[in-house]
């Protein structure tokens, strides 16, 4: 099994609402902040039309820029992608990461669950990607999901409904 990190998060907001912040470029880059060894997403730049198949760029803190390309889409409960163009050193130790994020309405928002998975370029990487994302992917991870609750409650709080 390839190695894989998971974050997950109770957001006080809709299913579909999580999900549309999750899509935005200009709303979801600055959420990310990164973690450690991973960067922040400084951009991103839709290059067609959100559908799948379409591809994006992210411009990392650390100069780096990834290609996303959509492999599922459907709204409000899933939006899939993989993750391209890494550079030395994580190039040596990744080919390839795959994204998937689901949403579900909940009693008190929507449960939100980001799954990443990456495929290591040989047997002796893997070790090394497993300990980068335990150490470093996974953290980053969760601290974004914690930036999307404190927007979904911002955006909330803006539309003058009642503080989460």
């Not at 974050?7 to 999750?22: K, N, P, T, Y």
């Not at 820029?65 to 391209?84: C, I, K």
């Not at 994302?133 to 980053?140: D, I, K, S, T, V």
Request: net charge positive; hydrophobic share 40%; with cysteine.
């Amino acid at each position: 099994m390839p190695p894989t990190c998971i974050a997950r998060a109770s957001l006080r907001c809709s299913a579909a609402q999580a999900f549309d912040l999750s899509v935005d470029p200009e709303r979801f880059a600055p959420l990310f902040r990164g973690y450690g060894l991973i960067p922040s997403i400084r951009r991103i730049t839709a290059l067609s039309p959100l559908a799948v198949g379409c591809t994006r760029q992210v411009a990392n803190s650390d100069g780096s820029v990834l290609t996303e390309q959509v492999t599922a889409l459907d709204r409000p409960g899933l939006h899939a992608y993989t993750l391209s163009g890494f550079r030395p050193p994580f190039s040596w130790l990744v080919c390839l990461g795959q994204a998937r994020w689901t949403f579900a309405d909940s009693a008190g928002g929507c449960e939100v669950e980001w799954q990443y998975t990456f495929t290591p370029r040989g047997a002796m990487s893997r070790w090394a990607v497993g300990l980068l994302l335990r150490c470093c992917m996974q953290p980053a991870m969760q601290r974004c999901l914690t930036a999307m609750q404190a927007q979904c409650a911002a955006t909330r709080n803006h539309a003058g409904a009642p503080a989460p």
